[in-house]
C-alpha cells in the first residue's frame, strides 16, 4: 500500500498568516492526489484534486502544489472558517490512502 | 443537487452484523463508484472500499476484506455496506461518498453525513 506521511500533525496559526501542510507520498503517485477539509461533526469536504485544481466553490487562498512525491496544501491568508482537520489522499493505486490529518487552529 | 443520505446511529452486539446503508439523490450511482471510509473516535479518516455500482465491482483495503461487504441496488439508488463479526474496535463513523465526474473528475466529491456503529455488549 502507497504510504501518506503528513505534517505537521497540528498547526496553530494566527488570522491572515500563511499556512502550509504536507503530504510525502512512499512512491510515485503523479498529481492522483487530492485535500480535504473536516470540520468538527462533519463530513469532509473536497477543496484541491489532481494535486493542484482547487474543486468547486472552494476560496482562491487555496490551492496545492507538487515537488516530486512531496505535496503541500497552502492556505494563503487563513480566516476563520478554515480552523479544522486536513487531510490528504492519494488514488493512484487500491487501496486509496489517507495522510493522517493535520489539525488547524487559531493561535 | 446531490445528496446522500445515510439513516440512524447502529449498535451492534460483537460477533453480529450490522447492515448500513447509503441512499443517493441528484445522481446515478450507475455513473460513479460508492466508496467507503471510517472514521474511529478521535482518529483520521480511513478508506475501506469502493463498489462500482453498474456492475458490482468491488475492491477492499486489505484490513477490510473479510470485515466488509459491498453492495449496490441501482433501481434504488442505493448502496449498502454490511459490517460482519462486529467487535469494539469497529465501533467508528462510517461515511459513503461518491466520485463526481462532469468532464472533470472529483473524487469523493459527495459524502453522506456519516453513521455511528457503536458495538458494545
Known amino acids: 500500500d502507497i504510504q501518506m506521511t503528513q505534517s505537521p500533525a497540528s498547526l496553530s496559526a494566527s488570522l491572515e498568516e500563511i499556512v502550509t501542510i504536507t503530504c510525502q507520498a512512499s512512491q510515485d503517485i503523479g498529481n492522483w492526489l487530492a485535500w480535504y477539509q473536516q470540520k468538527p461533526g462533519k463530513s469532509p469536504q473536497l477543496l484541491i484534486h489532481?494535486?493542484?485544481s482547487l474543486a468547486d466553490g472552494i476560496p482562491s487562498r487555496f490551492s496545492g502544489s507538487r515537488s516530486g512525491t512531496q505535496y503541500s496544501l497552502k492556505i494563503s491568508r487563513l480566516q476563520v472558517e478554515d480552523t479544522g482537520i486536513y487531510y490528504c489522499l492519494q488514488r493512484y493505486s487500491n487501496p486509496w490512502t489517507f495522510g493522517g490529518g493535520t489539525k488547524l487552529e487559531l493561535k | 443537487e446531490v445528496q446522500l443520505q445515510q439513516y440512524g446511529a447502529e449498535l451492534g452486539k460483537p460477533g453480529t452484523s450490522v447492515k448500513l446503508s447509503c441512499k443517493v439523490s441528484?445522481?446515478?450511482?450507475?455513473?460513479?463508484?460508492m466508496h467507503w471510509v471510517n472514521q474511529r473516535p478521535g482518529k483520521g479518516l480511513e478508506w475501506i472500499g469502493r463498489i462500482d455500482p453498474a456492475n458490482g465491482n468491488t475492491i477492499y483495503a486489505e484490513k477490510f476484506k473479510s470485515k466488509a461487504t459491498l453492495t449496490a441496488d441501482t433501481s434504488s439508488n442505493t448502496a449498502y455496506m454490511q459490517l460482519s463479526q462486529l467487535k469494539s474496535d469497529d465501533t467508528a463513523i462510517y461515511f459513503c461518498a461518491i466520485d463526481y465526474y462532469d468532464g472533470t473528475y472529483y473524487p469523493l466529491d459527495y459524502w453522506g453525513q456519516g453513521v455511528m456503529v457503536t458495538v458494545s455488549s
Open positions: 489532481s494535486a493542484t
Open positions: 441528484g445522481y446515478n450511482i450507475r455513473s460513479t463508484y
